[in-house]
């Protein structure tokens, strides 16, 4: 947009010139003359200028590439279905979201949590690589609980995170019932790593979560 505003300009600059020729005639007068049109010129790289800081600082208020992560407590931040008739599954959900105005390309997502049984902490890839268009964003699930069914009384006895299926035998991280941490990382080739962290525990038989 500042550009063609700066040809419309340039433009303008050389005929105000050429008029300004055509309209003193005599040669005595070109010093006048080349003055003027030098003034004039001057104007114009100057109003170009500014036009392009303009032009940089509207591209920094859109933002650049950005990534975010988002939790909620509502919506399609989660996630209740029937496991059985013993529990009902809720399952907490992380957004990974292009908030930016590039392609997001190569995101991915780990997780790093310390375990309930082996009291180990665990770093593990979650999700990507994958690519994230401009305002879109994608829903990964992080952890899972069964919440009682009544009249049962109890629940399941862990919170279990998520992880890709594994062919090794290995399990994902679970949390106590009185709650954990777990540290949430995104990246992305275009963007600095993003993290976050949400704490989850099981307050009066339902899933609680938030983040820190």
């Known amino acids: 947009m500042w550009s ?3 040809w419309g300009f340039l433009g303008l600059t050389a005929t105000v010139g050429l008029t300004w020729v055509s309209m003193t005639g005599p040669l005595e007068k070109w010093g006048s003359v080349l003055i003027a049109t030098t003034s004039i010129l001057g104007v114009a790289t100057l109003f170009c200028f500014v036009m392009m800081l303009l032009g940089i600082v509207r591209k920094r208020s859109h933002g650049g590439p950005k990534l975010e992560l988002l ?17 009902l599954s809720k399952t907490v959900l992380i957004g990974v979201k292009n908030s930016g105005s ?8 780990e997780f790093e949590a310390t375990d309930k049984d082996s009291g180990k902490q665990q770093t593990w890839h979650r999700d990507g690589p994958f690519s994230l268009y401009i305002g879109e964003e994608r829903l990964v699930s992080l952890a899972m609980y069964g919440e009682p069914v009544p009249p049962h009384p109890q629940g399941t006895d862990r919170i279990q995170l998520s992880a890709i299926p ?12 009185a709650g ?10 275009e963007t600095p790593p993003y993290e976050l962290h949400c704490k989850l525990w099981v307050e009066n ?7 820190l």
């Open 4 to 6: 063609t505003a700066m």
């Open 71 to 87: 939790v909620g407590q509502e919506g399609r931040y989660f996630e209740t279905r029937s496991h059985n008739i013993y529990n």
């Open 102 to 109: 590039t392609l997001l390309t190569n995101c991915k997502l």
């Open 166 to 177: 594994s062919s090794n035998f290995w399990r994902p991280p679970a949390l106590p019932l």
């Open 180 to 189: 954990g941490v777990v540290k949430v990382r995104a990246f992305s080739s």
């Open 205 to 211: 038989d339902k899933l609680k979560w938030e983040r």
